[in-house]
């Protein structure tokens, strides 16, 4: 048995790379309540099951392991980053996690070949292998059996089968992160905190019954029958959150998924607010300030002055959906170079001159009577305009007044000219892209309530007003 173990960044050098750290074969060892962290492999990057072996991990947190394949065995067919269980294996994880793992090769957390584990009660998150992050990047099964219950699988598709699986974010209060330069690359490692946060889904949605038995009799009370009484930290297993609804299956769930079980009445922070009512459980605030009043403490909020009790952040750049300027692509410096609202990662046009409205690419709209395209309707304009004059009925074909049209009806004359001077801004003040209308921006605008331009025209009165000046 292999209990109370921490395996820390070490390296195998067994033959021909195949080795991991432990490889265990054809024997059945328990490993409880333990943490293997940073560990390199050739065939699994922490452990090897083979020829039989039916092992138990229970209470593990395998995290930041990597496997770089194994020539012996074909190194782009094989891997497991934390783990890899080979023929005729049958072993049982229950409350593990598994995050941060990856591999060159196949199963950035366990591939599985040639065998039938059992898989209860456990996470697996954020590790990748060659394809990425998703389901099977999680847990590759090569003709094996496998059996997955009350799991957190990201990429979930349900391929799997089992009962009481999900793919929703496990909320691990920090996640890990190799750093820009991956994992073992310069000091920028973080291992992060894998205990779940209050709100995370997979508190209470483990299964009781697939707690095991205490075999290593980890509470010292003598008695190795009962299930399993505490979580890798040492806190009790069973630990029911009442905020969190237990699923809807006649038994209540007080078991989580993973290898830390959530405490309510714990404090993360240490600044003497319980967990079940911090507002800010991760960062100490003895104060419990919340401006906008949204339940997220102000040092915690990703958007302080403006309610979003979601917390939304989806590309996980530490500003919250409410205020990115690009919420589809990870922008942390939020850097902005043209003051349009759209961040420099995901703006299409980012010389937009200041103040212009832009569309949903961050490029300015055609302004009407902005002939020289640098988004104001000035002096500079009207000169190119009145080149373009042709009078009431005459067809204007030159191209350069393409865009003296302002009518749309082929000729440039009076009615055009009403119309640009109702356009007119002056030099540096950005047009309204709808000044030709006799009406104010259609509700239905793709214009953003927070990217209105800083002039906005007072119907079609024929008078402009711009920065507090008026335009005749």
Not at 236 to 258: A, I, K, Q, W
């Amino acid at each position: 048995m292999i209990a109370n173990t921490i395996l820390w960044g070490n390296r195998a050098a067994g033959v021909e790379n195949e080795d991991a750290q432990i490889h265990i074969t054809g024997v059945s060892p328990a490993m409880t309540s333990c943490l293997v962290q940073g560990l390199t492999g050739g065939l699994g990057g922490a452990v090897i099951l083979d020829y039989g072996a039916r092992s138990s991990m229970v209470n593990c947190l395998f995290v930041a392991n990597r496997s770089e394949g194994s020539p012996m065995y074909g190194s782009t067919s094989n891997g497991g980053g934390a783990l890899y269980c080979g023929s005729g294996c049958s072993p049982l994880l229950a409350n593990c996690t598994f995050a941060g793992n990856t591999t060159t090769t196949n199963g950035g957390a366990i591939h599985c070949s040639g065998s039938s584990p059992r898989i209860e009660n456990c996470i697996f998150w954020a590790n990748r292998d060659r394809a990425g992050e998703g389901e099977t990047s999680q847990i590759l099964a090569t003709n094996a059996t496998l059996t997955v219950d009350y799991c957190c699988v990201q990429g979930w598709t349900g391929a799997m089968n089992g009962t009481g699986n999900h793919g929703q974010d496990p909320g691990f209060v920090r996640r890990p992160s190799g750093g820009a330069d991956g994992w073992g690359m310069g000091d920028n490692d973080d291992y992060g905190d894998l205990r779940l946060l209050p709100r995370s889904p997979r508190i209470d949605a483990g299964a009781n019954a697939s707690v095991p038995a205490d075999t290593a009799d980890l509470d010292a009370n003598g008695i190795t029958t009962e299930p399993i009484p505490v979580d890798l930290g040492r806190l009790g297993r069973f630990l029911d959150s009442h905020r969190v609804p237990d699923p809807d299956t006649g038994v209540p769930h007080v078991v989580d998924m993973g290898a830390y079980e959530y405490d309510p009445r714990g404090d993360y922070d240490f600044d003497e607010a319980v967990n079940m009512t911090d507002n800010c459980p991760v960062a100490s605030n003895p104060d419990q300030a919340d401006a906008d009043g949204d339940g997220p403490g102000d040092v915690y909020d990703n958007y302080p002055i403006a309610a979003n009790t979601d917390q939304l952040d989806g590309d996980r750049d530490g500003h919250g959906d409410i205020c990115d300027n690009c919420p589809a692509v990870a922008n942390p410096d939020q850097a902005d170079g043209d003051h349009d609202g759209f961040g420099e990662v995901c703006d299409a046009c980012p010389d937009t001159p200041f103040g212009a409205l832009v569309d949903g690419s961050g490029c300015p709209f055609t302004v009407p009577g902005d002939l020289d395209h640098d988004s104001d309707v000035d002096l500079a304009d009207f000169g190119l305009f009145q080149r373009c004059l042709s009078g009431a009925g005459a067809t204007q074909i030159r191209l350069e007044c393409a865009t003296a049209h302002l009518d749309d009806d082929g000729d440039v004359d009076i009615s055009d000219l009403l119309i640009f001077r109702r356009c007119m801004t002056g030099e540096g003040i950005p047009g309204d892209p709808h000044c030709a209308e006799c009406a104010p921006h259609p509700a239905g605008s793709a214009v953003r309530p927070d990217r209105e331009p800083q002039s906005q025209r007072a119907g079609c009165s024929g008078r402009l007003a711009a920065n507090g000046r008026g335009y005749s």
